[in-house]
């Protein structure tokens, strides 16, 4: 599976984006997908996943109610609306893609193929 993310920019807080993730591969739809973030200086941490197993929806609690991430198993992609940008949202966003069991959804552990970053910058 090869993974290709864009969308990234540049937006004033209060502003809204939408990654996008495009992947290659038949057997993209038999993964949990995911999207994870790192500011400089920063681990890398989760943002929100797609769990295949059971088809729900996680996120941190610092993005819930403001992001969306949703997939499009007939176009291989799966997307991150992002709403309600603040500066502390800054940093580079992976997509990725695994199989995590349930309890490691939010490892980047879990996953095994990323795609190479898309810079988001939230200006105050």
């Known amino acids: 599976v090869q993974l290709q993310a864009s969308g990234g920019g540049l937006v004033q807080a209060g502003g809204s984006l939408r990654l996008s993730c495009a992947a290659s591969?038949?057997?993209?739809?038999?993964?949990?997908v995911a999207w994870f973030r790192q500011a400089p200086g920063k681990e890398r941490e989760f943002v929100a996943a797609a769990a295949v197993q059971n088809n729900h929806l996680y996120y941190d609690d610092s993005v819930k109610g403001r992001f969306t991430i949703s997939r499009d198993k007939a176009k291989n992609t799966v997307d991150l609306e992002m709403n309600s940008l603040t500066p502390e949202d800054t940093a580079v966003y992976y997509c990725?893609?695994?199989?995590?069991?349930?309890?490691?959804?939010?490892?980047?552990?879990?996953?095994?193929?990323w795609g190479q970053g898309t810079q988001v910058t939230v200006s105050s």
């Open positions: 591969g038949r057997s993209f739809n038999s993964y949990s």
């Open positions: 990725a893609a695994g199989r995590p069991i349930i309890s490691m959804i939010s490892k980047s552990l879990g996953y095994g193929y």
